[in-house]
């Protein structure tokens, strides 16, 4: 496998596999109420239908089981995941994105949790390095809680955002399957 010119070992490409899959598992975990975004982020890999048949019939059994756990967890939530199950759905994405070769594509995909844990990263630097806070708590949903937004409303706008950014994830995955 090349990257810009240069060759990558298959200890390189394991290095960086593991990376991803750790960090979005991480990532993933962090946000309240957030894994309708894995939702759209798996629908929006439908070629797999025909270049990867099993990874397609994968997907499908996590979406199935997403929307089953979904239908129960609309406010007030009657069902709740935990670390283990958020966890293993952001392994989960993180390893698909990574079969399909779309890892560049999970940062747009993923553009929800991108920014949550970008939050709380940029948070805890700003507060080390300058001892003040760019938000009123990490991560980002908190601070919308502080400002007086109520959960519902941070839940559908996070769901806008994510349906979005599915599109435009999709999108450029369409460009780039179409040479566009």
Do not use: Y
Not at 100 to 118: D, E, M, N, P
Not at 131 to 149: D, K, S, T
């Amino acid at each position: 496998m090349a990257v810009s010119g240069h060759v990558l070992t298959p200890t390189d490409v394991s290095s960086i596999g593991s990376r991803v899959i750790a960090s979005v598992g991480a990532a993933v975990k962090v946000p309240d109420r957030v894994l309708r975004d894995v939702l759209i982020a798996l629908v929006a890999v439908p070629h797999l239908k025909v270049s990867q048949p099993n990874l397609a019939v994968f997907c499908a059994l996590i979406i199935g089981a997403l929307m089953g756990f979904l239908w129960f967890n609309v406010h007030p939530a009657q069902l709740f995941m935990g670390d283990a199950g958020a966890l293993s759905l952001g392994a989960t994405l993180a390893v698909v994105a990574t079969i399909t070769t779309q890892v560049l594509l999970l940062v747009v995909i993923g553009a929800v949790f991108v920014a949550v844990t970008l939050s709380v990263v940029l948070q805890v630097g700003s507060f080390k390095l300058r001892g003040r806070r760019i938000f009123r708590m990490a991560p980002l949903q908190h601070h919308f809680e502080l400002i007086g937004w109520a959960e519902e409303k941070i839940t559908v706008r996070f769901w806008i955002v994510s349906a979005l950014a599915g599109l435009v994830g999709f999108s450029l995955f369409l460009a780039s399957v179409n040479g566009l």
